[in-house]
């Protein structure tokens, strides 16, 4: 069963043995677990879902696959090219 589910979040609200790391994009929240037994996955839920009870059911779920950092930092890369220029 995924780390991410409200299941899991209800059984183990502070769990001992991973944590859950949180990062705001934009109106997304990511969240990633590094489970010693499910291995790395991450989780995204929309707005700022920054406290639990905004974190009921992520939009999707995953296993963190090899190469997804070098695909990330493309897109932000991109997004930097993207972002207003000061004035704008």
């Known amino acids: 069963m995924s780390a991410h589910s409200n299941k899991s979040r209800g ?3 502070t769990p001992a043995s991973f944590e859950r790391e949180h990062y705001k994009v934009a109106h997304i929240t990511v969240e990633v677990i590094d489970h010693p037994d499910h291995g790395r996955t991450f989780a995204l839920f929309a707005g700022e879902a920054m406290h639990p009870e ?3 059911r992520p939009l999707f779920s ?3 696959p090899k190469g997804m950092g ?3 930092r493309r897109l932000a890369h991109r997004i930097d090219e993207l972002e207003p220029k000061g004035g704008d």
Do not use: N, S, V
């Open 62 to 64: 995953g296993h963190i």
């Open 70 to 72: 070098t695909e990330l």
């Open 54 to 56: 905004d974190r009921k």
């Open 11 to 13: 059984r183990h609200p």
